[in-house]
């Protein structure tokens, strides 16, 4: 009996995505950004998460973040605030110590990223 493993029917791999994404004053913009990201990795059959760390943003982020959560499920978005701003190096270090994934991606909430690579 072989003890290797077989691939997974839709053909890729088995790896993980991890995204993490730090928010502060992103309300208007994580919604965007969050349906992107869903759509490149369902389209795409990659197995993901977008960690999210709100650096306690006044404009309601972390609200909208609760929001995507309930639509998307709490094992696609994950929240993982923390009670004030402390800065980006710190706030993906934060996100680092959560994400479960075999590869990691960093961003920013801002869209000064490309979602789907180009040529995608």
Known sequence: MSSRKSAPPSGRSEN?????LPTYNERENLPLIIWLLVKYFGESGY???????DDGSPDGTLEVAEQLQKIYGD???LLRPRAKKLGLG??????????????????DADLSHHVVPKGG
């Open 90 to 107: 710190t706030a993906y270090i934060h996100g680092l110590k959560h994400a479960t994934g075999n590869f990691i991606f960093i961003m």
């Open 16 to 20: 993980k995505y991890s995204v993490l």
């Open 75 to 77: 094992d696609k978005i």
């Open 47 to 53: 197995d993901f998460e977008i960690i999210v760390i």
